[in-house]
């Protein structure tokens, strides 16, 4: 667990504080922003008797890309780093959280063991990508190789939509324990109600457009982005008796670099090593924190552009010899 004497933990407590005002007004302009697009995807609306379809598609991303902006402001929410004290915020992340197919007894529960556990070899890898080392690889049974590499796929990323989110943290979570993540159980049917009623009200187009499409990309973003955070070149492993947290948050998150657009979109989560070294910043913050911290000024970073996310997604073992991740070929 976390050294609470930690130097650099320490140093960011400071930066660990919420603007209430500031909070909510990221938390409503993005709601309202998602709505108005969303919105936007339907054929026809109050005062617009036709919407052409140029535009339905064009905000259907927009409305992708603005769940992936309120996720991430849900995700500084569940780690109670914006707006701790509202149970008005609370409420309305967890109708978001039903909403967005990931209940809050699910996300937070394993994203907090992500935490508490981020690179060590050794730990159940709840809430993240599995790793095994090249030993384990070798001597793993085909089922499990199977299993391990299809987790790890790239169509599983770009499907998290299906995978990740759907399968991973609605339908297998209530299966496993249904008292427990009742929840999920909600988002799983609230789902597909929406899905049956934009079928019935507006047709099989709008279904695509307002859930389907922008659901996949949003996911897809996502699932890329938490992997690539804690799986790129340079990473690093460690079994439990050489895991430190500060470690941990330096050596193995990683800095995405993105332009400013991208920035707004992942609410900041690109700043991965800050957040994983304290998780009471909110993400307004982070860059304030890159900026004011020198000793976080070099981390080992990726970006967005297509070599960096292919040496990232072929990236599959981790090899102790060597102290890096390699791929499988000619293991």
């Not at 650099?8 to 005002?21: C, G, N, S």
């Not at 279904?207 to 790129?232: E, I, K, T």
């Not at 998150?253 to 009471?280: D, R």
């Not at 010899?321 to 293991?331: A, F, I, N």
Request: glycine residues 4%.
């Amino acid at each position: 667990m976390m050294n609470p004497d930690s130097t650099l933990h320490a140093r960011t407590k400071p930066f660990a504080k919420d603007d209430t005002l500031k909070s909510w007004w990221f938390v409503l302009s993005t709601t309202f922003f998602l709505a108005v697009a969303s919105a936007g995807t339907l054929p026809r609306l109050p005062l617009i008797p036709h919407v052409a379809l140029a535009v339905r598609i064009v905000c259907s991303v927009m409305t992708g890309m603005l769940i992936l902006r309120l996720f991430v402001i849900y995700h500084d929410q569940q780690h109670r780093a914006i707006l701790p004290k509202s149970r008005i915020a609370e409420i309305f992340m967890r109708v978001f959280g039903i909403w967005v197919l990931s209940p809050s007894s699910i996300w937070r529960s394993s994203h907090d063991y992500h935490h508490a556990h981020n690179s060590k070899l050794r730990s159940a890898h709840i809430g993240s990508y599995p790793v095994m080392t090249k030993e384990q690889y070798k001597i793993s049974s085909r089922g499990e190789r199977f299993t391990y590499l299809f987790m790890r796929h790239p169509l599983t990323i770009l499907f998290g939509y299906v995978f990740v989110f759907l399968y991973g943290m609605v339908v297998n979570p209530f299966l496993n324990n249904p008292r427990k993540h009742f929840d999920c159980l909600l988002a799983l049917l609230l789902h597909i109600a929406i899905g049956v009623t934009l079928v019935v009200c507006s047709g099989w187009v709008s279904l695509c457009l307002m859930l389907v499409c922008p659901r996949v990309l949003a996911c897809a973003m996502g699932s890329y982005l938490f992997y690539a955070q804690h799986n790129f070149p340079g990473v690093s492993f460690k079994d439990k008796a050489g895991w430190t947290f500060e470690k941990a948050a330096l050596e193995s998150s990683s800095y995405m670099k993105t332009n400013p657009v991208m920035a707004w979109f992942t609410g900041n989560i690109g700043y991965h090593h800050i957040h994983h070294l304290n998780h009471k910043i909110p993400f307004y913050r982070l860059p304030e924190v890159l900026e004011k911290m020198p000793e976080l000024q070099n981390p080992k970073t990726t970006t967005l552009r297509p070599s960096d996310i292919l040496h990232c997604l072929r990236l599959k073992v981790w090899d102790v010899e060597t102290q890096t991740m390699v791929g499988v070929r000619g293991l």
